[in-house]
């Protein structure tokens, strides 16, 4: 199975920050890559796919990019909504689709 | 609106069966392959399985083949996880997950995710 390594694993951010979260491939999964948002007790969010292509509906502080083995997931000016767990997730080599384990933005 | 709910979680003995469903409403439910996701406590997500679009092809992540079966009813717009001899580590907050295209578009981006259902195996 590919392996994501997800750094850092925790960010202590203040509103207005910029946070940048690093995912590692162990093998190049081209541009097979997409980023999800994760707050407890709700339901995961699709944010970015394809590396760089946000999704409808998605503020555009957040973006993507990156292919082959290392990829850069950026939010500019941290919101107070943007407090989350952040995942990368590969679907190059199949299966399993293997997610990084997490990156906790956090006060 | 879109929306997908799991149900049927709970308390299950190690060994025993649990079966989870996922009501999928607000698309066209036959179109659309549909996935399972899961975190443990305290851990990351971790994808469990799929079914395409017309029940015809199933995979299964290594740590769940030959114990857990995933099927589907379009006529209920339904997704199960059929859970058979589960053991400790399966306890973890199930997801179903719709895909963002459908029939044979890639399957691998999941833009609708349900609530999840709690699953704890203990005895």
């Known amino acids: 199975d590919i392996q994501m390594t997800q750094s850092p694993s925790s960010v202590s951010a203040s509103v207005g920050d910029r946070v940048t979260i690093i995912c590692q491939a162990s093998q190049d999964i081209s541009n097979y890559l997409n980023w999800y948002q994760h707050k407890p007790g709700t339901a995961p969010k699709l944010l970015i796919h394809?590396?760089?292509n946000l999704e409808e509906g998605v503020p555009s502080r957040f973006s993507g990019s990156g292919s082959g083995t290392d990829f850069t997931f950026i939010i500019n000016s941290l919101q107070p909504e943007d407090f989350a767990t952040y995942y990368c997730q590969q679907y190059d080599s199949l299966p399993p689709p293997t997610f990084g384990q997490g990156t906790k933005v956090e006060i | 609106q879109v929306h997908l709910v799991e149900s049927g979680g709970g308390v299950v003995q190690p060994g025993r069966s649990l079966r989870l469903s996922c009501a999928a409403s607000g698309f066209t439910f036959s179109r659309y392959a549909m996935h399972w996701v899961r975190q443990a406590p305290g851990k990351g997500l971790e994808w469990v399985a799929v079914i395409n679009y017309d029940g015809s092809y199933k995979l299964y992540a290594d740590s769940v083949k030959g114990r857990f079966v995933i099927s589907r009813d379009d006529s209920r717009n339904t997704v199960d996880l059929q859970m058979d001899r589960p053991i400790a580590d399966d306890t973890a907050v199930y997801y179903c997950?719709?895909?963002?295209?459908?029939?044979?578009?890639?399957?691998?981006?999941?833009?609708?995710w349900g609530q999840g259902t709690r699953v704890t195996v203990s005895s």
């Open positions: 394809d590396a760089s």
């Open positions: 997950a719709r895909p963002k295209y459908d029939y044979g578009g890639n399957l691998w981006a999941f833009d609708i």
